[in-house]
């Protein structure tokens, strides 16, 4: 884990959590995104996102893989936000094919023990923060780790899903994933202690191996496929969750994106809207984001470091 610099000293600054007065205007208020030159200008600068989290009373929070990292869950994509890996399985692929099921299982058996095992660091708690101090409408995460939850963020929407629950896709029923862990390894023993690198999305990178001996229970109850209850690839995110998180965004003053490069559309469209509506959006973010040209603030500083403000009179 990397380590945790000291935040910035603050002086008498009000307290971040205390939302400022309104001002008369705000940069993005009105829609127009401010030029690019304008944002190279308040890059790095955590004071510049205190003040844009002081502005706005009610936030909406969207979170990725970003803010896990320091957590030990890899990322799929480097600053730019192309792929760094081989890309995950697809809905298409698991539905279609026995083999990447068992492919899947047995990746899944090893990853989830790094998984099961990880926990939230600063950025999470800074959240969870957040959110104590009714400052936080709602956290949209694109992350299937449950971290925020585990940090005590509780207004969560988590909108690709959970990798801590399996669903049939037959009847519907749910297992907790560690009922799952324990019918795979009672099932195929010897891999449960193989030991391989850490993937994102409780993966493991596990090849060379022949995974056709490898057993995937059905469904107890009806037979049917078992599949980690996250939104695959090429898989929607389900109809409700989407308005209810837009309903949230309604409610918001403004958007805090935390550790994305906004690279799938599932979670880029809620910035999309925010700008459109004319709500101001900052972003966390090492590098690239797809959304760069409708920031009003964009601070690339590794979140820990950027949100550390939210921390520092609790810090020690
Ligand atoms: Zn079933």
């Known amino acids: 884990m990397p380590g945790w610099r000291t935040p910035l000293a603050r002086g008498a600054a009000p307290d971040p959590l205390r939302p400022a007065a309104p001002r008369r205007r705000h940069p993005a208020r009105h829609g127009t995104a401010p030029a690019a030159s304008q944002i190279s200008t308040i890059m790095n600068n955590t004071a510049a996102l205190e003040d844009f989290i002081r502005r706005a009373p009610r936030l909406f929070v969207l979170t990725g893989a970003g803010c896990s990292t320091p957590s030990g869950i890899p990322d799929y994509r480097d600053a730019d936000g ?3 890996r081989a890309q995950p399985v697809t809905l298409q692929s698991f539905l279609g094919s026995e083999a990447t099921r068992r492919r899947y299982w047995a990746r899944s058996l090893v990853g989830w023990r790094f998984i099961r095992a990880t926990q939230p660091n600063r950025t999470h708690a800074a959240l969870a923060r957040l959110e104590a101090a009714g400052r936080s409408e709602l956290l949209l995460t694109q992350n299937v780790d449950r971290l925020h939850q585990k940090a005590g963020s ?4 988590d909108l690709h899903g959970r990798l801590d629950v399996v669903r049939c896709l037959g009847c519907g029923a749910e297992m907790p994933r560690e ?3 324990a019918e795979l390894t009672r099932r195929n023993p010897g891999w449960s202690t ?3 690198g850490s993937a994102p999305d409780g993966d493991a990178d596990l090849d060379g191996l022949d995974f056709a001996g490898f057993a995937v229970p059905d469904c107890r109850h009806c037979g049917g496929l078992l599949k980690p ?3 695959f690839f090429g898989e929607n995110v389900p109809r409700e969750r989407v308005a209810e998180s837009f309903a949230a965004l309604d409610r918001a003053d403004a958007v805090l994106v935390v550790g994305s490069s906004l690279m799938v559309y599932s979670g880029f469209r809620f910035v999309q809207a925010a700008a459109k509506a004319g709500k101001p959006v900052a972003a966390v973010n090492i590098g690239r984001t797809r959304a760069d040209d409708l920031l009003t603030l964009k601070v ?9 403000f939210l921390l520092a009179d609790t810090a020690g």
């Open 229 to 231: 209850d996250v939104v």
């Open 82 to 84: 192309q792929w760094k």
């Open 179 to 181: 009922a799952m862990q």
């Open 300 to 308: 690339e500083q590794p979140c820990e470091d950027a949100l550390g």
């Open 194 to 196: 193989l030991d391989a």
């Open 154 to 157: 509780r207004r969560v929407i």
